[in-house]
């Protein structure tokens, strides 16, 4: 089966441009999470989606973070304006269903670098 | 927030058994150890997860303590292709949050 499915692999802008990343994850995965990991530090979630709705996004930056998963498949995540603090990689992963989901397959990440 | 207490790196000659130590000693009665591999450039992998029995799976073996204060994760015959960081996570089944710390970063050498 086809993995979850990340892009732009790169992307470099400038502080207070902004950005945003999409993902596709594994087909019929009902859940969906974004993590962002910093050079040298292990994934930190950022929002978590069952569906279409949102079951956690208590350390996602609202005032310049924000994402949408319509229709509950696809995902983008959206910063506006960057900082040089947002340069991470920016992972993607999905798993079965709620009760289930003891297994999360991740995409290859988007690195942002913020200049 | 993790829960657990890992070495920062361990070496391991290649073919040998390389055996990864996890110090999780405030863990819950209803809490499940899991570990995931990182290999650079790519996203987390899962690798196994345990409960208080020890498991195996075509990946790894995972011994879980008889008090469940620590696991070690034991790769039979490491590769080179074993090089990552290892994860070591503590997690209740039903709550979705994986809190990554900062793993083990394991070198396997020719």
């Known amino acids: 089966e086809a993995g979850v499915a990340q892009s732009p692999r790169y992307k470099i802008i400038e502080k207070r441009q902004s950005v945003a990343f999409w993902c596709n994850p594994i087909s019929g995965h009902a859940t969906l999470y974004w993590y962002q990991q910093i050079l040298g530090q292990g994934p930190k979630l950022l929002i978590q989606f069952q569906n279409n709705g949102v079951v956690d996004d208590s350390q996602l930056p609202k005032d310049r973070f924000s994402a949408e998963r319509l229709k509950g498949v696809d995902s983008t995540l959206k910063i506006q304006p960057a900082k040089l603090e947002d340069s991470a990689v920016y992972l993607c992963?999905?798993?079965?269903?709620?009760?289930?989901?003891?297994?999360?397959?991740f995409g290859p990440g988007t690195r942002l670098t913020v200049t | 927030d993790a829960k657990t207490t890992q070495p920062p790196s361990m070496d391991c000659a290649e073919g040998r058994a390389a055996n990864l130590p996890c110090n999780h000693s405030t863990i819950s009665g209803n809490e499940y150890v899991y570990w995931y591999r990182q290999i650079h450039s790519q996203g987390p992998q899962y690798i196994i997860h345990g409960l208080k029995n020890n498991e195996t799976n075509e990946m790894a073996s995972l011994i879980i303590t008889e008090d469940r204060k620590s696991s070690t994760l034991i790769l039979p015959h490491a590769t080179l292709r074993d090089t990552a960081v290892y994860y070591c996570i503590v997690r209740a089944r039903g709550f979705q949050k994986l809190v990554f710390g900062t793993g083990t970063r394991l070198l396997v050498s020719p």
């Open positions: 992963a999905s798993s079965p269903r709620l009760a289930e989901a003891y297994e999360q397959y």
